[in-house]
T-cell receptor
């Protein structure tokens, strides 16, 4: 099941903050966040694990509510370089020894001067 | 540069044809994933290979197949192509063993256009 991201798009001025939400109807092992700039490949930002552990970016923070199967990505004091499409990926068991990452449709973030 | 390479960068072909997309993972990465990205569907997981064996299958059509070779490069074969197969196809790799929680490193993608 594809996770649902909100908002679909957001426009910020430099220095403003934004929150991107991701929710799933299935039990998850982890939530991944990726950013894709126009015409480029997605780039890993962070993983949020069950139990609260977090791996990844030191300038972008996120939370993972295991009970609600929701994650939020917090972008503070946004910079022009933050522009791009943000994808959350929800990870769950796909079979013996395998785990599948299912991405949401993305949130397009535009930061303007 | 993620270290994942994909060829070709662009591919233009006609309906009914067959194409092969190639991916070389980062040095040392055993897992390869294939994704299809279209404008309205985002990133759709197709299939995962780990050290030559198929590990997970997503929304991959029967007309599509993939394999991972002993040198760990992977190929995605698309046959009987339809207009709707036009998309960006990404390959990603990760140093995963058998568990979750592993970040994936994406290649630059192959843009397929079916006319």
């Amino acid at each position: 099941q594809q996770p649902v991201q909100s908002p679909q798009a957001v426009i910020l001025r430099e220095g403003e903050d934004a929150v991107i939400n991701c929710s799933s109807s299935k039990a998850l092992y982890s939530v991944h966040w990726y950013r894709q700039k126009h015409g480029e490949a997605p780039v890993f930002l962070m993983i949020l694990l069950k139990g609260g552990e977090q791996k990844g970016h030191d300038k972008i923070s996120a939370s993972f509510n295991e009970k609600k199967q929701q994650s939020s990505l917090y972008l503070t004091a946004s910079q022009l370089s933050y522009s791009g499409t943000y994808f959350c990926g929800t990870e769950r068991r796909a079979g013996a020894g395998s785990y599948q990452l299912t991405f949401g449709k993305g949130t397009k973030l535009s930061v303007i001067p | 540069d993620s270290g994942v390479t994909q060829t070709p960068k662009h591919l233009i072909t006609a309906t009914g044809q067959r194409v092969t997309l190639r991916c070389s993972p980062r040095s040392g990465d055993l897992s390869v994933y294939w994704y299809q990205q279209s404008l309205d569907q985002g990133l759709q997981f197709l299939i995962q290979y780990y050290n030559g064996e198929e590990r997970a299958k997503g929304n991959i059509l029967e007309r599509f197949s993939a394999q991972q070779f002993p040198d760990l490069h992977s190929e995605l074969n698309l046959s009987s192509l339809e207009l709707g197969d036009s998309a960006l196809y990404f390959c990603a790799s990760s140093p995963v063993t058998s568990g979750p929680y592993n970040e994936q490193f994406f290649g630059p993608g192959t843009r397929l256009t079916v006319l």
